[in-house]
């Protein structure tokens, strides 16, 4: 079992204590390197009726991810905000028979210090995000993009 720092313990844990599909997805945060956010679960509580994952699982999964990175970026910036996803479009490309490894970054063209700057100075943001789960062989199962917004705390 990876070990994840404190930050990324406490969002873990705010997610499975708050969203109860998350914990019932049994979802974890495996990675963090600032720019991406990796979250695993297992296919057992998300398979379907032909013994892949649950498109609403995949889709769910890269969902929490992109949220969860743009709450670490909100909370690393120390700036507290509600993040909501605004739209999104999400492609199923191929069945995943395996654990589900979902990775979310910034999209291309968009930039953190430009998020961020927007809320520290308007109260509100919005950002684009790219998504994608893997399969075993290291393809993509499933990707998506999608609009994500931050309002401020106040």
């Not at 969203?19 to 019932?24: G, K, Q, S, T």
């Amino acid at each position: 079992m990876t070990t994840i720092h404190a930050p990324l313990a406490d969002l873990e844990r705010f997610i499975r204590d708050g969203i109860p599909l998350a914990r019932a997805m049994d979802l974890r945060i495996a990675a963090f390197d600032g720019d991406r956010l990796t979250m695993t679960a297992p296919l057992a509580p998300n398979i379907n009726d032909k013994g892949c994952a649950f498109g609403g699982s995949l889709a769910s999964l890269m969902t929490l991810a992109a949220w969860g990175l743009v709450t670490m970026q909100c909370r690393r910036a120390a700036l507290p905000a509600d993040v909501f996803v605004a739209d999104s479009q999400v492609r199923f490309l191929k069945p995943l028979f395996g654990d589900l490894d979902a990775c979310a970054r910034i999209a291309e063209g968009d930039a953190w210090s430009g998020f961020l700057a927007t809320l520290r100075g308007r109260g509100r943001a919005r950002v684009n995000m790219a998504m994608t789960v893997a399969t075993p062989d290291g393809g993509v199962a499933t990707s998506a993009s999608a609009r994500y917004v931050a309002i401020a705390k106040r």
